[in-house]
């Protein structure tokens, strides 16, 4: 604790020291409370990005990657519905909503990969009726017509009230509540960081984003204890460093004490945003799914067609699972696994919503997916009570009911742990949470299966949509944490992975390898490291092929690596 209280009040005293000779007078307020974030890189990995994709390139990425979509993008289940319908049904919700101008727009074939939804979409409506929405759009894409587009709006300038001659009430929310907000969320009282005194319900406040900062002992920080209370003055905690990180306007749904008092609900309610994106939660559900567009071609471009098998190796949250389920009609096998045990429940609970039949899960590490041996996904690893060596219940004094209990929800951990069977409170532990249900730290009840690997050459296609520095995940505000050491560790990480999809994949049959970062050490160097190493693989093309070409020769970093 000692240790923490040092570092904040170090960085502070950073701050403070750099900023001592500014005053409110000298800043310029009407720049002050805008949206106009710069995007904080760890040195040296922004200089290899710079010699990677050039500075004026790499600047125009890093803008942006401050800003969200334009654009919501829904992927149809075309099991479920068509474009047509599920548009027809979104106009009449919309309209109920208020929103009665909102125009359906023919979709131009034509990309900007900086300015997309210009591109697509048209505005239409009035201002007012279209706050949120401007027009929706099926994707002229070929083949992506079970696509469609909802555009939102913005950047939009708001007026804080900041001109009116007295300090604003403000809440600084954290940098992840602040993302999801510029995706559409709303905040919730644990992403509060700090508040103005005398903030009480109904009243109307401008959130900002206290976003990490570089401290004096090397490291990225933020340098404010939960609850604090600001003055509105250059003594609170990230005055400066707020500049231009204003992300919208809410009014309090409780009172300054409440946002630190309780633990959930929703803390201020978002009236003025910046960027104004619909929200989709819980609209026709199992029609449509809320997937980014990328995601969607990487499961179009692995062509899967009906009858095959599929193997998704990195499956989790299931939307690329679920889509090529989908393009499949169903039809043949789709296996996704995850290492996670949650994770795979979460897939199979998506498949359900979905209605899709095809889809085998299992708890599988990705790195261990190939299995020599004689046992393989043939023979799952089920967690069942009955192979499991578990004691003589009755014996230790637990009731028949109890006992019951814990070998129907199939507790295989109950077995010799060092020659000693599990202690009589070990065994009421376990029926506590049979009866409470599992801990926020506990894996959620359900059953999985467990996978020993599968054979070689027993996939038509494989998906390996690799875990990664998602560093092109956006909107994104913060990307100071990552280090060239960690970027490296990643690309050997999806090397590791990528030889076992090879194995798994039959001659003839096709690989997809995705990410979401832009780091080309994950991405064009994994596709010069496949060449390499596998002269029996040809590099395909992609159908549909949306952005520009990926980059080519070589890029040497600082320590005298050669990417």
Not at 109 to 136: R, V
Not at 235 to 263: C, H, K, L, N, W
Not at 421 to 431: C, D, G, T, W
Request: glycine residues 8%; charged residues 25%.
């Amino acid at each position: 604790m000692q240790k923490g209280r040092d570092f904040i009040k170090a960085i502070r005293r950073s701050f403070f020291t750099l900023h001592s000779n500014t005053s409110i007078s000298q800043m310029d307020q009407s720049t002050r409370y805008r949206y106009s974030p710069t995007l904080k890189w760890n040195p040296m990995v922004e200089e290899y990005f710079i010699k990677a994709y050039g500075a004026d390139h790499f600047s125009r990425i890093s803008t942006a990657l401050t800003r969200p979509s334009c654009y919501s993008c829904i992927r149809v289940n075309t099991l479920k519905s068509t474009s047509d319908a599920v548009i027809e049904k979104l106009l009449e919700i919309f309209k109920e909503r208020g929103m009665h101008d909102v125009g359906v727009q023919e979709s131009s074939t034509t990309w900007e990969p900086d300015n997309c939804c210009k591109a697509t979409l048209k505005c239409t409506g009035s201002a007012e009726s279209l706050k949120a929405i401007k027009s929706i759009s099926k994707c002229q894409f070929p083949g992506l017509d079970y696509v469609v587009f909802v555009e939102g709006s913005g950047p939009h300038a708001i007026h804080y009230g900041d001109d009116e001659g007295k300090p604003l009430k403000e809440v600084i929310v954290s940098r992840k509540c602040a993302e999801a907000v510029l995706r559409g969320a709303q905040v919730y009282v644990p992403g509060v960081l700090a508040c103005s005194a005398h903030v009480e319900r109904g009243d109307a406040v401008a959130v900002s984003v206290a976003v990490e900062q570089y401290g004096p002992d090397g490291g990225w920080g933020v340098a404010m204890t939960r609850g604090t209370v600001l003055q509105g003055s250059q003594e609170d905690p990230y005055y400066f460093e707020r500049d231009g990180f204003y992300i919208g306007q809410a009014t309090a749904m409780m009172s300054r004490a409440g946002m630190f008092r309780v633990t959930e609900g929703v803390a201020v309610d978002m009236k003025e945003r910046v960027y104004r994106l619909p929200s989709f939660y819980d609209l026709l559900e199992g029609e449509i799914f809320l997937q980014n567009l990328p995601s969607i071609i990487t499961a179009h471009a692995l062509d899967p067609q009906p009858g095959e098998r599929i193997l998704d190796m990195c499956a989790a949250p299931g939307g690329k699972t679920t889509a090529i389920a989908s393009l499949m009609k169903d039809k043949g096998e789709v296996v996704a696994v995850d290492r996670s045990h949650n994770k795979v429940l979460g897939i199979q609970k998506l498949a359900a919503e979905m209605g899709l039949s095809c889809i085998t899960t299992y708890k599988l590490d990705a790195l261990k997916s190939v299995c020599h041996g004689a046992e393989s996904d043939s023979l799952p690893n089920t967690s069942s009570a009955e192979d499991a060596r578990t004691p003589d219940l009755l014996s230790t004094g637990i009731d028949g009911f109890d006992a019951k209990l814990l070998f129907e929800k199939n507790f295989n951990d109950l077995q010799l742990k060092d020659g000693q069977y599990p202690s009589k409170a070990e065994l009421r532990k376990r029926i506590r949470q049979l009866k409470n249900g599992p801990g926020r730290n506990h894996t959620a009840g359900g059953r999985v299966e467990k996978s020993k690997g599968f054979s070689p050459n027993s996939f038509d296609r494989v998906l390996l949509d690799a875990p990664c520095s998602a560093l092109g995940l956006r909107p994104r505000l913060f990307a100071g944490e990552d280090t060239i050491d960690s970027l490296k560790s990643n690309a050997k990480y999806q090397r590791r992975m990528f030889d076992q999809a090879v194995q798994l994949v039959r001659p003839g049959g096709v690989i997809v390898y995705s990410t979401c970062t832009i780091n080309p050490g994950e991405n064009e160097a994994l596709v010069r490291y496949a060449l390499d190493k596998y002269e029996f693989l040809s590099l395909a093309s992609q159908h549909p092929k949306i952005g520009g070409p990926g980059l080519t020769g070589s890029c040497q970093l600082s320590d005298g690596f050669v990417e």
